[in-house]
């Protein structure tokens, strides 16, 4: 089972409860058991589709003969949809972000026994307009303004962090680490990586002791639950290079039922702070830079680590996890500072806030059902959507489940 697939299973129990979301719950959604197994609910949500020709790069008048205009470079009020491909061939983007890349995982096998999940890359080509196959990366995050991308080598952990030029498609800059790291995530300004670092790649996979996609064969894959291979963080200074080390130690020695076998690192919106999800109350766990706990900062307090969007860009309000019910799909808008539900607006999941009223979500569109999502742009105050990209596949591979990577543009 994948991670989509227990973002499913999760949604539809707590619809079917009816009970209160608890601070935290819809992202529980990520690290529930592959055990649970319900496939009970079916929704059905309507959307407004509308297609938007994709920019491309084209000179400049008054410019050098090498200058373009890049295809990010639009007006940020310009949506640019194209709800006919899935997975998405040409620019998707609306308000302030665009779909950076996207990527799909796969399941590789080293041995009879073991396995690692793979991810395949497909990230946008600034004169283009396309999203461009890159197999040489297992992780990309992509900065602010979408000029330069962190990417580790396929080998993880790997024992350096490069800065891809997204113009070029060239490393321009490689940062050594002398402990091995397997993710990179950028701080809101661009300015800081954060790198979460690894004692063996936390994507190993073994032979489940059950039959977890149900074809009655005990023939699929698992992570290691058994174990936390998380050792601590980097933070990365992008001008200069310089990287500074803090040890996270697993609490009483062990960490198992408490982090998935890979719990990244990422800023909190100031970057004075890093947090990291957990499996269990109180669900986010805050560390200063030098790798302390702390208590959560009083403007993300309500937040929940796997609901992508977070706070607005003006930090009036924060995205909610899952409000639907059993035939609806909904999440909700909160007071940053009381979690208070201001808004319940459509979508199953929030990824990134196109403005201050506008959010790019998973939903349900119109004719499919919980097993088929596309990208879809969600208003407050408003029951419409409008569709972004085709509907997801329920099966994983290259056309079926891929996974959006958004960035400021």
Sequence with gaps: MNVDELVRDSLREQAAEQTPLSPGFADRVLTVRRRRRTRALATVAAATAAVVAVAVAVPLLDSGKDEVRLATEMNKSDIIAHPDQSPPRDLIAAGDVALAAWYTSDTVKTSKDTAVRQRTYRIL??????????????????????????????????????????????VERWIPVDRGVASVEFSADGTKLVATTYSKNPDLLNRADYDSDGDGKKNDFDSDWSTSYRTGFYVVDVDSGKTDWSEVVPDDGNEMGILNARQDFAFSGDAKLVYSGLTSEPYDQFYDLKGDKVAKPADEKYLTWSVEARLSPNGKLAAGGFAGGAKTTASEILDPYTGERLHKIRGQQLLAWADNERLVAWDITAGDNEFRNALVLVTIGSDKTLTLSGARKGNDGADGRWNAVFATR
Aim: glycine share 8%; aromatic share 4%; hydrophobic share 35%.
């Design 125 to 170: 080509d600034q004169e283009t307009g396309k999203y461009v196959k890159d197999t040489r990366w297992s992780q990309i995050s992509v900065a602010p303004g979408m000029r330069t991308a962190a990417v580790l080598e396929k080998d993880l952990p790997a024992e350096r962090i490069g800065l891809l030029d997204l113009l070029t498609g060239e």
